[in-house]
């Protein structure tokens, strides 16, 4: 019999009105768990129900505790559960069948022992234990945590990045092309491969004819010199290194070069394969293709496994390459521009405005990467006798004329592939029934941008002749597959036919989806139009379907009712039924009526709204704010001792009628030509500021470098005044209250007792005063001298730490990322759990590799129901239908991640650990600064710290351990976790209990702490000898006997 693929049994919740399964609605599971799995079911080879098994020893009526299908055709058979409490398939094979009278007495075990299981939770007559829940656990989200962003480099497109690229005719260097920067920086993640893998092609570039030479084989590719970040004047092996990276992966992309170098994103994933040896995992997926909830599960997916994703969007004003690589655990995503560090940061991924248009290659307008966005995944060096991956098409454009439906079927994939599609739907028990004609062909794989396609149709009259409402797509399958084998081709259920068959059988209506229907509903400036200055004109517009909306606009203003050529275009997404408003912006030439339309194309045929503004002759009605303060940590003209900083400038509006127009900051930094200066970085804003009121509007800027700047604030392209000017060198910057303080350096330096963190940049005081936190952090500069008074201390050199202590309920802030020689947490155990309540929380900045007691004795977690293990440690899974937050166990302790644990208290004997302190350890550990701890879904977020925090209207766990408490105001322990609400959760609980994703019960009656009698286990050597007996809670090891192999409880054991 073939390998049976096990999926775990999750209880999932203990109910008052737990339902027994069907065997028809066991057979609808079936079905749509098979289809997910690739496996269709057609009516010739339907599922048969071959066993259904009541649970042993099982009371009358109480129904089966499983039910098996054979999928027909050696395809396999699926194993559902007959009890809904549980997770609805038990396990499953995707060949062969299930034949009774051959079932080895090992399978038959198995089921029997998921029967056992089933059946315990079944109440009996007599001493029925179930919890206060009365409805069934439901989760249709995955908990995100918080990902750390994964790279650690900050590469730009110039020097020295660009050292290796060619010069135009004219000498002026052309840049690496974002893409080109994007895929180098995952490469370096990698850092695979050492040599390139087969010769990289000469070509000649599109627009300036450079004839690029061919890039011999086993190219070699120096990682070891390669740095995280680089001066522009980097001249050394570590700057040809990165130039040499550069080189190989534009040309590899065939970058088509220029002072604005381009190159197609969708060349990415044949590239990282042919010629670097990248698994063929590696592939590109379309927004266009998902729903907004499909394209960020595959993204943290992606990210959760540890693999950087190249991502591509457009804006109006052009297209840009980057790299996703972090999750904030909140809804917003890391995104790394490649432009050397400037304006990377968490962005919501349907935006991606980095507010910033000064890195090559940027956007020449102010909207964000929204726009036809792609990303490439699966990125991950390939191993040996990894396997082929099911490269199938993709149906997209899918239209209707009367009952007929068209659409094209892509291959996106970087290899050629021959298949067979055909049209299929949704029948009533959820499998995929084909209809229509088989179509068969090959498509090449998709090179440079360039995807072949064909092009279907189906009339569904006839088809479909059962009266409802279906859902038809395309299903493929590849040549040497059978039919039964077909896939649908959609990526998600955004685009699909649904066909209406009426009471007579015949097809009364198709339609395509995404369904369009929007509505222009208002159009207007956001503060009076003047001519001959910019104007924002703002459109509000409503989504009339349940469907996301996702399309380009374009926005035309004239004096005729000719729209004429568009004034400026962007991307909008929206969510079914959702309105929105879009901002464009124009500068009028004349005064008068201006005629605005909204089309979906340049030529503005396709009109979806349309309105009028007034433009005016003087800006009588209208002024720009003027500047009250600048307001920043020293004064103007005064010394700011670090490299990045925090502001606000304070507007007022002196005229008669509100200012909605941007506000941008322009950070100023001097010329290379003499007696100039040059923009460094800027941020807009867009405040509303009503007449007579004076607002702050706040900005940062990092990475600034030390030297003279200048701030200059700019009210819609007008530059106010004053100007600011500041000037940052090297100094000390402390940390205290989640604030920050710079000051110049000093021979000594007293650190103050509720100070958590303090940066000595420059020179390094002689003499350190170290407080009474032992958790404090020191930073160094590379190569200074450490005062003797910090020995023992946590002290950072660098971006290195030989030693790093932390005790339990002392603020430990890192402000700069850091790796860790050796690490070690502390935590004292109180009493302990009684075995109900007396949780706790916890979260580490790290990953511990041992966890023992302060005595050395070795400890571990509880990893499974009914497990082994000292305490238990599990991670937030979901919140139930009646407001439970469910927990689950974890076979991996990760860091920045928050938990609840529980340690045994005195009630249980020897393997109490109350009054103890245990250590948790690792070696060679990387520390992020300002890491997000949290774990969330749609409605509660679950929020670690690592320091003392003063939150507002928290859900904290109360002293009992018992569950989590809503306080208006609370202040939260270093290294623990709590709960707030999103804002969406309507009339949210003031109590959250503890509820367990297994078997939802709220307490702690796991078989660990219950269990209290000795049990004994034989130890036998390989010739069936026994030869020791090892006891949980007496002799619980096996150190007594020789080396060798031993079977113990039916498995194999290394002394």
Avoid at 149 to 154: F, M, N
């Amino acid at each position: 019999m073939k390998k049976l693929l096990i999926l775990a049994l999750l209880l999932q919740t203990f109910t008052l009105a737990a339902e027994n399964v069907s065997q028809e609605t066991a057979r609808k599971i079936a079905i749509s768990f098979l289809q997910k799995k690739g496996i269709v079911t057609t009516p010739k080879h339907s599922l048969k129900a071959i066993k259904r098994s009541q649970s042993p020893s099982s009371a009358r009526g109480s129904g089966e505790a499983y039910h098996i299908f054979d999928a027909g055709n050696d395809k396999g058979f699926v194993i559902v559960s007959g009890d809904d409490r549980t997770t609805p398939v038990l396990g499953y094979t995707r060949k062969g069948h299930y034949d009774e009278s051959k079932v080895s007495p090992e399978f038959r075990a198995w089921l029997d022992e998921y029967a056992r299981q089933i059946q315990a939770l079944r109440p009996t007559t007599k001493g029925a234990i179930v919890s206060s829940g009365t409805r069934s656990t439901t989760l249709d989200e995955v908990t995100k945590y918080a990902i750390a962003p994964l790279l650690e480099s900050r590469w730009n497109q110039r020097a020295p990045y660009n050292n290796r690229c060619p010069q135009l005719p004219n000498g002026k260097k052309t840049v690496t092309g974002c893409l080109a920067t994007a895929v180098a920086q995952v490469m370096y993640y990698h850092q695979w491969p050492e040599k390139t893998k087969t010769e990289i092609p000469a070509y000649t570039t599109d627009t300036k004819k450079l004839n690029m030479p061919a890039i011999a084989a086993e190219s070699v590719i120096d990682w070891g010199n390669m740095r995280p970040v680089y001066p522009e004047n980097a001249t050394t092996e570590g700057g040809n290194a990165v130039a040499d990276l550069m080189y190989y992966c534009g040309s590899a992309l065939k970058m088509d070069y220029d002072l604005s170098s381009g190159a197609y994103s969708s060349s990415a994933p044949h590239v990282l394969q042919t010629y670097f040896d990248y698994s063929n995992t590696t592939r590109i997926e379309y927004r266009k293709n998902h729903t907004s909830k499909s394209w960020e599960n595959t993204i943290y997916q992606e990210l959760s496994e540890g693999r950087p994703i190249v991502y591509s969007g457009q804006s109006g004003g052009g297209g840009h390459s980057f790299v996703c690589d972090g999750y904030d655990g909140d809804g917003f995503y890391h995104i790394n521009w490649g432009w050397g560090g400037v304006a990377d940061g968490y962005f919501q991924l349907s935006v991606m405005n980095p507010g910033n248009n000064s890195g090559a290659g940027a956007s020449s307008t102010a909207d964000g990467y929204a726009g036809n966005q792609d990303i490439v995944i699966g990125i991950k060096p390939r191993t040996e006798g990894e396997p082929t991956p099911q490269y199938t098409p993709t149906a997209e454009n899918f239209a209707v004329t009367g009952t007929t439906g068209s659409y094209r079927i892509c291959n996106y994939n970087p290899v050629r592939i021959n298949f067979s599609w055909q049209m299929a739907y949704v029948n009533a028990e959820g499998g995929l029934t084909r209809i229509g004609s088989v179509s068969n062909g090959a498509l090449n794989g998709m090179v440079s941008g360039r995807f072949s396609y064909f092009s279907g149709q189906i009339d569904f009259q006839g088809k479909i002749t059962t009266p409802g409402t279906y859902r038809a797509i395309p299903v493929a399958w590849l040549q040497g597959q059978e039919p039964t084998e077909a896939i649908a081709t959609s990526r998600s259920d955004r685009q699909y036919f649904e066909v209406v068959v009426g009471s007579d059988g015949r097809v009364t209506s198709v339609k395509a989806h995404p369904l369009t229907d929007v509505t222009i509903t208002n159009i207007a400036t956001t503060q009076p139009a003047v001519v001959n200055k910019k104007t924002t004109v703002r459109v509000t517009m409503r989504n009339n379907t349940a469907d996301e909306y996702q399309s380009r606009l374009f926005f035309f203003a004239s004096k005729t009712t000719t729209p004429g050529a568009p004034k400026e275009n962007t991307y909008v997404q929206m969510g079914g039924n959702e309105e929105a408003t879009i901002d464009f912006a124009f500068q009028p030439t004349e005064t008068g009526t201006y005629n605005i339309s909204i089309a979906t194309d340049r030529a503005g045929n396709q009109i979806v709204g349309s309105g009028s503004i007034n433009v005016l002759q003087t800006l009588q009605e209208v002024s720009a704010p003027r500047i009250v303060s600048w307001n920043l940590p020293v004064g103007n003209g005064g010394t700011l001792y670090r490299q990045q900083f925090k502001g606000s400038v304070s507007v007022k509006n002196e005229g008669t009628a509100p200012y909605n127009a941007p506000l941008t900051i322009h950070l100023y930094e001097p010329s290379v030509r003499p007696g100039y200066i040059s923009v460094q970085q800027k941020v807009t804003k867009l405040p509303t500021i009503a007449p007579g009121e004076t607002v702050d509007v706040e900005f940062e800027f990092r990475q600034t470098g030390y030297q003279e700047l200048f701030l200059y604030a700019y009210f819609n392209e007008d530059q106010g005044a004053p100007r600011f000017r500041l000037t940052t060198q090297r100094g000390t910057t402390y940390y205290k209250g989640g604030e920050e303080e710079s000051v110049a350096p000093g021979t000594s330096f007293n650190t103050e007792e509720d100070m958590t963190a303090v940066v000595f940049e420059g020179s390094a005081p002689q003499q350190v005063t170290p407080n009474g936190n032992p958790n404090t952090l020191y930073y160094f500069e590379s190569g200074a001298t450490v005062p003797g008074q910090l020995d023992n201390k946590n002290v950072v050199v660098g971006d290195r730490a030989a030693n790093i202590t932390i005790e339990h309920g002392r603020d430990f802030s890192p402000v700069k990322d850091f790796n860790a020689q050796n690490i070690l947490y502390k935590r004292r155990i109180g009493n302990g759990t009684s075995g109900r309540g007396g949780w706790e929380t916890m979260a580490l900045p790290f990953v511990p590799t041992d966890i023992t007691t302060e005595e050395g004795n070795a400890l571990t977690w509880i990893k499974e129901r009914g497990g082994a293990g000292d305490f238990y440690l599990k991670e937030f899974a979901g919140v139930s239908d009646d407001s439970r937050v469910l927990f689950k166990f974890t076979s991996e302790l990760r860091a920045n991640t928050p938990y609840i644990v529980a340690f045994p208290g005195a009630r249980f004997g020897n393997r109490s650990l109350a009054g103890k302190t245990l250590v948790f350890k690792a070696q060679e550990s990387k520390i992020k600064a300002d890491a997000s701890i949290i774990g969330h879904t749609s409605s509660y977020k679950f929020v670690g710290t690592t320091k003392t925090e003063n939150v507002a209207d928290a859900y904290v766990l109360n002293a009992e351990g018992t569950v989590f408490e809503r306080n208006a105001t609370a202040q939260t322990m270093p290294f623990a976790a709590y709960f707030t609400a999103d804002s969406n959760v309507i009339g949210s609980s003031q109590r959250l209990y503890i509820g367990s994703f297994e078997n939802n019960i709220t307490g702690l009656d796991e078989p660990l702490f219950q269990k209290q009698k000795e049990e004994a286990k034989a130890v036998y050597d390989l010739t069936g000898r026994r030869v020791s007996t090892m006891r949980r809670h007496g002799n619980g090891t096996i150190d007594h006997l020789p080396k060798g192999l031993y079977i113990i409880g039916g498995k194999k054991v290394f002394r």
